[in-house]
């Protein structure tokens, strides 16, 4: 359940359309910090935030864009519940610093607030269930942009030792801000240089030391 702070706040500030059951259900958290309730039950380790943040920066990601089993783990499960829209990230990731901020208040003094008030305003315009207690409405990314860039990583992914003129060079439309936005990559090129590049290279080597050596014209 995700809208104890929902049902809290309309009923302290519309008391005549709000479901009252609710609010006398939840109302003993009202004396209770903020801090005490899982509004990001997701986010249970620091490096949970660290992907968060990440995902609000850089995302969408993969789970091949990291290279701990856990973060991978972390990844795939978040694919596959939340958008895949860096813009959601950067709302969950906004919220994450309210309440932590507001951490040691207690709820009914949060809900007191502006940010508190700002929050509902977003949070009335929510359409789909609620993911965690300070969930809201964001506006998305626009679809056709997102799906371009998702198509330019997976190159990228693919092919990791082409470098950025390649794909100037090609036609991407804005490559360099692509290539910006995805640090990532530089995994993907270190797991090539690891598991190719650097094979290929001993060989060459170990095949350079067992040629016969040969003598010189006189």
Not at 157 to 183: C, D, E, H, M, V
């Amino acid at each position: 359940m995700s809208n104890i702070l929902w049902h809290l706040y309309r009923g302290i500030h519309h008391p005549k359309t709000a479901p009252r059951a609710s609010y006398f259900r939840n109302k003993s958290w009202l004396i209770k910090p903020l801090g005490s309730l899982k509004v990001f039950p997701f986010i249970k380790t620091a490096g949970d935030l660290r992907l968060l943040e990440s995902l609000a920066s850089f995302g969408p990601l993969e789970a091949s864009d990291f290279l701990s089993p856990r973060d991978q783990q972390i990844i795939r499960q978040w694919n596959r519940r939340f958008p895949r829209d860096p813009r959601f990230y950067r709302m969950a990731f906004y919220y994450y610093k309210i309440w932590k901020s507001f951490s040691k208040i207690s709820i009914l003094d949060f809900l007191k607030s502006e940010d508190a008030h700002k929050w509902a305003r977003k949070r009335k315009q929510l359409l789909r269930a609620p993911i965690f207690e300070l969930d809201s409405h964001f506006k998305k990314s626009k679809s056709s942009a997102l799906h371009y860039e998702m198509g330019a990583r997976s190159i990228m992914r693919k092919y990791p030792a082409l470098p950025l003129i390649f794909y100037q060079k090609s036609g991407l439309k804005n490559a360099q801000p692509i290539w910006n936005r995805f640090p990532q990559r530089k995994i993907h090129e270190a797991l090539f240089t690891e598991n190719f590049l650097k094979p290929m290279i001993d060989e060459l080597n170990q095949s350079r030391q067992k040629a016969p050596k040969t003598k010189g014209l006189a």
